[in-house]
């Protein structure tokens, strides 16, 4: 296992936010997920922690290969000040196995939740970081989509 590398980011970016929230996960730090996680959605739900934890717990970073804007600021009109959505290639480890995915979490700039500024910080919205992860298993019974 390669250890995220936070330095690789100036401070304060959206990269180096993702990239902290990426070390919480990778130490199984899923309480310190939260605090680089967006405001609205912390508050928002009755039970954030076990939140992240039912959605991230299954998932070990091995490696983070690199993270990167994505070309959706320029195709989705993001006011890209406030909004920002992020291209990362990971390689995890699920059920034993190796996995190299892509993952385009989206960023929220917020001053307090739910409310968007360009002098506010940083936090990632967890749902849409998994959102473009898709895995085959294949129970006894059939197969499905997680």
Not at 44 to 69: A, H, M, T, W
Not at 75 to 91: M, P, Q, S
Request: glycine content about 6%; proline content about 5%; aromatic content about 10%.
């Amino acid at each position: 296992m390669k250890k995220v590398n936070v330095n690789l980011y100036e401070e304060g970016t959206p990269e180096s936010v993702y990239a902290h929230f990426l070390q919480a996960w990778q130490d199984r730090d899923f309480e310190g997920m939260l605090d680089y996680c967006q405001k609205y959605w912390v508050e928002g739900n009755s039970d954030p922690l076990n939140e992240i934890k039912v959605r991230f717990e299954p998932f070990f970073i091995d490696c983070v290969l690199y993270i990167q804007d994505s070309e959706r600021n320029d195709t989705n009109g993001l006011n890209t000040d406030i909004v920002r959505d992020l291209l990362a290639l990971i390689e995890i480890n699920y059920e034993g196995k190796k996995l190299k995915k892509k993952f385009v979490p989206r960023l929220i700039k917020e001053n307090d939740s739910c409310c968007p500024s360009v002098s506010g910080t940083w936090g990632v919205n967890p749902v849409s970081a998994l959102r473009t992860l898709t895995l085959k298993k294949e129970p006894k019974n059939g197969s499905h989509k997680f």
